[in-house]
């Protein structure tokens, strides 16, 4: 399973010091949340930001953009060579087009859902899809606790996405305590924010959430 680090819940005015010592076997991804206060209440980064945290890092940038109308923020990503770039499916009537720009530009296409959306709202855009993204928190607002229908709601998606190939990733609540059933459930990446920098050393950290990962999907 693929770790992807939200630096949301990291110590920002320490990133350009903390990003160089993150070790690929440990965190896979640097997860990237842009929130424009419309989509969500909050304002978090922008393309100035992730251009800077790239300039500190190797580990490929994973791009989830809550922001409303994302036809007009995606192209301002492409210059990173992001691994995947996540628009939610409730923003925009456009998924479809909005996904073959993105490969065009040889990035993965990932689209997100709120806990509330339905699994079948991404049935039509299945082919054009490269990754899911769940949300198992409302968006937005950061330290909630992991949804209770989250693991249905995931088994769902992985039902839905299991003839085409297509990633599944999660995001929000992720801990020690929901990892291995995450794992069971056939989840490809999670995202972590506070489960991952809560003891100070998130490369010790993320190689351990790994290991139950491993160790979870051994025993089923």
């Given at each position: 399973m693929k770790i992807s680090a939200s630096i949301l819940a990291a110590k920002l005015t320490g990133l350009s010091q903390e990003l160089p010592t993150y070790k690929s076997d440990s965190i896979d991804l640097i997860h990237i949340d842009v929130m424009d206060g419309n989509f969500v209440p909050q304002i978090s980064f922008g393309e100035a930001f992730t251009k800077e945290v790239k300039s500190h890092t190797k580990i490929p940038l994973d791009v989830h953009l809550m922001v409303s109308?994302?036809?007009?923020?995606?192209?301002?990503?492409?210059d990173l060579n992001p691994y995947c770039i996540t628009f939610h499916i409730e923003t925009t009537n456009f998924s479809v087009r909005l996904a073959e720009e993105i490969r065009k530009a040889g990035i993965k296409v990932g689209v997100s859902?709120?806990?509330?959306?339905?699994?079948?709202?991404?049935?039509?855009?299945?082919?054009y899809l490269d990754l899911v993204l769940l949300m198992t928190v409302d968006p937005g607002f950061y330290g909630q606790s992991f949804v209770k229908s989250g693991f249905e709601k995931i088994a769902a998606v992985r039902k839905l996405t299991k003839p085409y190939n297509i990633e599944l990733e999660v995001d929000g609540g992720?801990?020690?305590?929901?990892?291995?059933?995450?794992?069971?459930?056939?989840?490809?990446?999670?995202?972590?924010?506070?489960?991952?920098?809560?003891?100070?050393?998130?490369?010790?950290?993320?190689?351990?959430?790994?290991?139950?990962?491993?160790?979870?999907?051994?025993?089923?």
């Open positions: 109308n994302p036809e007009l923020h995606v192209p301002k990503y492409f859902l709120n806990p509330q959306t339905p699994p079948e709202s991404i049935s039509q855009i299945l082919p992720v801990n020690e305590s929901n990892m291995e059933e995450l794992a069971r459930l056939g989840v490809d990446i999670t995202v972590v924010g506070s489960g991952l920098y809560k003891t100070g050393d998130p490369n010790a950290q993320g190689k351990k959430l790994k290991e139950l990962a491993v160790s979870a999907r051994t025993r089923s």
